[in-house]
């Protein structure tokens, strides 16, 4: 019994290590700062986010492929990579919006992991926001 014990302890630890490693990668994504949207095409700037945003849905996928023993938390980073794709699919649909999806995108992320700290039963804002580590380390 000892030995389930230990083993469901390391799970949920290794399970909040990953929202941290999540939250972690969001935080210092530069696509993910907090701004006030506006129509425009695409180009360098929404290239490059589009960019951080493909390669957040694939680093999320793979965090949500190491989860075990906890269908709330892989339900829940399932979503974070829905919410990406949803943002790609509205890029494609309205370019001239990126930014505003962008911004959507963002405040789903943030949701989610609002969602997760209530699952993993952590403190509520210990998980840091998409784009902050950036804006808030800026000179």
Known sequence: MAGLSTYLWQQRRKNRQTAHNVADD???RRAFEPIEPSEGGLGTDGERCA??????????????????????????LNEMVLACVEF?????????????????????????????????????????????????HRS
């Open 26 to 28: 969001l935080a210092a």
């Open 51 to 76: 960019s951080s945003v493909r390669a957040t849905q694939q680093g999320i996928a793979l965090f949500r492929n190491d989860v075990t023993l906890n269908t709330k938390l892989r339900a829940e």
């Open 88 to 136: 790609k699919d509205n890029v494609d649909h309205e370019p001239d919006r990126w930014q505003f999806s962008l911004m959507i995108l963002r405040s789903d992320l943030l949701n989610s992991l609002r969602n997760i700290e209530r699952v993993l039963k952590m403190k509520a804002g210990s998980l840091s926001e998409p784009g902050v580590m950036r804006a808030t």
